[in-house]
């Protein structure tokens, strides 16, 4: 009986430290939510035999945590095609810090073949390990990976209890996504981001906002932004673009925030975006020229057909 209560408290200690690891992790500058290049992947994997990989690999299985970190980075470099089998072993390590190193080697090899290696990942107990994972994906570039890293890293089970760790994890494969050359995942995970504004804890809203710095400087974000304000139908998401178009003073968005502050049919929307464009600023600049037409969301709502024409008899 004595034996089992010390075994019940030592796998609980062990379950504290490790909570407590990670919780110190997330004020790593490592894990700061912030905007990285797109991870550069080798150009093409060589093939044949290569002395350095093999005693690399060889060593691999017999070395401590940090010398299997050193060795991950090792065949990371190497552009080896043999360097992929002995990295993907490391995906199963019991140290969190050892399977974090091994889907970042794996993101810089760049073979597709394992992606769906990576995809087991995504279930990692540790959120370091998908803090990365998001990175390793987005970097091939590939349809395949963004998906998962989408759907199944940044959206999955969004309802469920989430520690901060998790969050931030989400978080920063979101800020991924939005650096992709295709744009088509980009405005789903804004949502999922409106969310957060009211979460009930404040690390939580922070994150939020560091998040917002960070995509307001990458590829499609300022873009999803405005293309919420000006087309989505829930009122609440465009209050919230228009909300964050201010925030992040998205100067581009100047004269999409002018016009849904006069047309938007929702006054919550259109008060939003006139607070919005006071956060802008005054501008001399004229508005683009566009043409007439029908807005979704405007007030009134009413179109009239053209009227019909009269052919005269001959």
């Not at 019991?94 to 810089?108: C, I, N, S």
């Not at 989430?162 to 994890?169: K, V």
């Not at 789903?188 to 409106?194: A, D, S």
């Not at 957060?196 to 922070?206: I, Q, S, T, Y």
């Amino acid at each position: 009986m004595k034996r089992n209560t010390r075994l019940l408290l030592l796998m609980l200690l062990t379950g504290l430290v490790s909570t407590v690891a990670q919780d110190l992790g997330a004020n790593d500058e490592k894990y700061a939510l912030k905007i990285r290049p797109i991870h550069v992947q080798c150009e093409a994997l060589s093939e044949g035999e290569n002395a350095a990989v093999a005693k690399a690999s060889k060593e691999l299985a017999a070395a401590d945590s940090t010398g299997k970190i050193r060795l991950l980075g090792e065949l990371a470099n190497s552009c080896h095609r043999k360097s992929v089998e002995a990295v993907s072993l490391m995906l199963q390590d019991k140290d969190p810090l050892v399977r974090q190193a091994a889907v970042e080697a794996l993101g810089h090899l760049g073979d597709p073949e394992s992606i769906d290696a990576l995809t087991e990942m995504t279930t990692d107990a540790d959120w370091r390990v998908r803090f990365s994972l998001g990175v390793a994906l987005c970097a091939f570039q590939k349809a395949n990976a963004s998906v998962v890293a989408l759907n199944q890293l940044s959206l999955l089970n969004i309802d469920a209890p989430l520690t901060e760790g998790d969050i931030r994890a989400r978080l920063h494969t979101i800020i991924q996504i939005n650096q992709l050359r295709d744009a088509t995942y980009s405005r789903k995970p804004f949502n999922y981001l409106f969310s957060l504004m009211d979460h009930e804890k404040e690390p939580v809203r922070k994150m939020l906002s560091e998040t917002m710095e960070a995509l307001k400087a990458t590829k499609n974000a300022q873009y999803e932004l405005i293309g919420i304000l000006k087309q989505n139908i829930n009122p609440n998401s465009r209050r919230k673009a228009a909300y964050w178009l201010g925030q992040l003073k998205i100067e581009r968005s100047r004269w999409q925030l002018k016009e849904a502050s006069e047309e938007d049919g929702d006054e919550s929307v259109r008060k939003a975006a006139a607070e919005a464009l006071k956060l802008l600023g005054a501008t001399d600049e004229e508005p683009p020229p566009s043409a007439p037409k029908a807005k979704a969301g405007a007030k009134g709502g009413k179109t009239t057909k053209p009227a019909p024409r009269t052919v005269k008899k001959k």
